[in-house]
């Protein structure tokens, strides 16, 4: 990837389970770490910039930059493996911008870019997983060894910039509305789908979880079958849907897109929640019927959705 700024593609037709992700390479004495991010995250690839020390900031924050005007935390990704990097290795920053914050990665190589299909991705082995405290979303075979694709929720919320928005409101709303839902949360990340899970249990809601758009498939056509034995709709017992777009074996628009498709499923309503927070995930999710589109983690913004989708899903 060139010298010192690299434009990156727009990313793939809306449901085709398909990603495009930046190939990135960590080294230490002796072995080559292979990575991979979704190029949605992406901004842009910078040789190293001018990083300034600030106090009280978590070990694995390198410091701030100033990135296109706007001062950003740099964070060691080798630092936060716990590797020794070796001397002199020149550095570069990926520049990523997820959960409406803009933060900088540094990395040893930026190699290529990839396009992979979400079922490509498989469970990581658990030694591996462990290793790196269960931070990763998937890894996938290449020509170059074992790629790791990581949980950036994860990772952010390890080293305390993880943040959460309008808690307080969002519980004030639910103690004034005094709606309960049944919901159907698919999320990779066991991070957000924590803290996703916590929000609804406390603003009332009943929770059922899946890992990704395929399982979630699953549970949803037993529901089904379940439905046309008992005479009634999906929708009794399920009333939202709320799904991540960014996972494993089926990513979250092809899940909506398949429950918009298919016949029993397609009054459910699903709201698209997401660390992309560019129009352009906005518009995908729309395009394939979607019913909302929030950006995590916005408490309020999603419970105030929840409580109104869920009415509807409840009456249709």
Known sequence: MGSDSHALPN???TGKNELEIVDFRIHEEGYEWIFGVNVAKVREVLRMPKVTKVPNMPPEVEGMAEIRGKLIPVVSLARWMGLEEP???KKFLLHL???RENVGVIVHEAKRIRRISWSDIKKPPDTLNQKLGGRITGVVDTEDGLLIILDFEGILHDIGLLKIFREEEALEEAKATK???TVLLVEDSSVARKIIRELLENAGHQVIEAEDGSQALEILNQHLERAKKEGKSVRDYIQVVITDIEMPKMDGLTLTK???????LMGLPVIVNTTLSDDTNREKAFRVNADGFIVKFDAQELISMVNRLGE???ES
């Open 312 to 314: 509807r899903g409840a």
């Open 11 to 13: 990313i793939l037709e």
């Open 87 to 89: 001397p002199e290795r």
């Open 97 to 99: 911008e997820f959960l």
């Open 258 to 264: 398949k429950i918009k498709e298919t016949a029993g």
């Open 179 to 181: 709606k309960a839902y």
